[in-house]
């Protein structure tokens, strides 16, 4: 089975260009987190999709950011115009949504190798 | 808010060293508890996790990790470190309250491991 696949694996761009980050989950999963590590700072959440809905977007940074998970499949992770201090590793994760089947469940969660971006 | 603190940031052992990374967390209600290990290269994986039901949980590669509630602490620990062990160690929380919340990460520990 595939696992969580991120493109691109690096990306280096120059401030206020547009990066599009792309993300496709594992199959069948309908939740899909979008993740971000600063350098020398911890791992934090950006936002969670359930299909193509957006669940829970309260750790984007601000509105230079935009995330899209057209049908339900691949997401995708926009920043533009993008500044300096969006560098970082970009991570996708997913999951299997559970809950409709057996009520509330916890279910593992997936990574991606992430999108290493450096703004130069 | 949530939290989690992990105690080091940086551990450098000989191989067949006991190991135990602290983590702690700040949360009022039930909570899901993980480790992640990050090897050179490769993505985040799953270490082990406790849901709920006994304490002391066994991971992958001969890891384990005890929640202590009452400490609010989840630390992991391995009797004999190897090698291979060298890598980023992220301890995460969730709550279990609804599906698919999302992971808090604590800043992660580096292992490294001599031979």
């Known amino acids: 089975e595939a696992g969580v696949t991120q493109f691109p694996s690096h990306s280096v761009i120059e401030k206020g260009q547009t990066v599009t980050l792309r993300c496709d989950p594992i199959?069948?999963?309908?939740?899909l987190y979008w993740y971000r590590r600063v350098m020398g700072k911890e791992i934090k959440f950006l936002l969670h999709?359930?299909?193509?809905?957006?669940?829970?977007e309260s750790g984007m940074p601000n509105n230079r950011f935009l995330a899209e998970r057209t049908g339900g499949t691949y997401s995708t992770l926009k920043v533009q115009p993008a500044e300096l201090e969006d560098s970082g590793v970009y991570f996708c994760?997913?999951?299997?949504?559970?809950?409709?089947?057996?009520?509330?469940?916890?279910?593992?969660?997936?990574f991606g190798q992430g999108t290493r971006l450096t703004v130069v | 808010a949530q939290s989690v603190s992990q105690h080091n940031h940086h551990v450098i052992l000989s191989e067949a060293a006991s190991l135990e990374l602290g983590c702690n967390y700040s949360y009022g209600g039930t909570v899901n508890l993980f480790w992640y290990v990050q090897y050179p290269g490769q993505h985040l994986q799953l270490l082990l996790k406790y849901f709920s039901g006994d304490p002391l949980v066994k991971g992958i590669k001969g890891f384990e990790a005890e929640f202590i509630k009452s400490k609010f602490s989840f630390n992991l620990r391995k009797p004999s470190v190897q090698w291979s062990d060298t890598a980023e160690y992220f301890c995460a929380v969730n709550a279990p309250q609804q599906a698919g919340t999302a992971l808090i990460f604590g800043k992660g520990t580096t292992l490294s491991v001599s031979s």
């Open positions: 999709f359930v299909k193509e809905s957006k669940q829970d």
């Open positions: 199959s069948g999963h309908d939740n």
């Open positions: 994760a997913s999951s299997q949504d559970m809950w409709k089947i057996r009520g509330p469940t916890n279910t593992e969660a997936f």
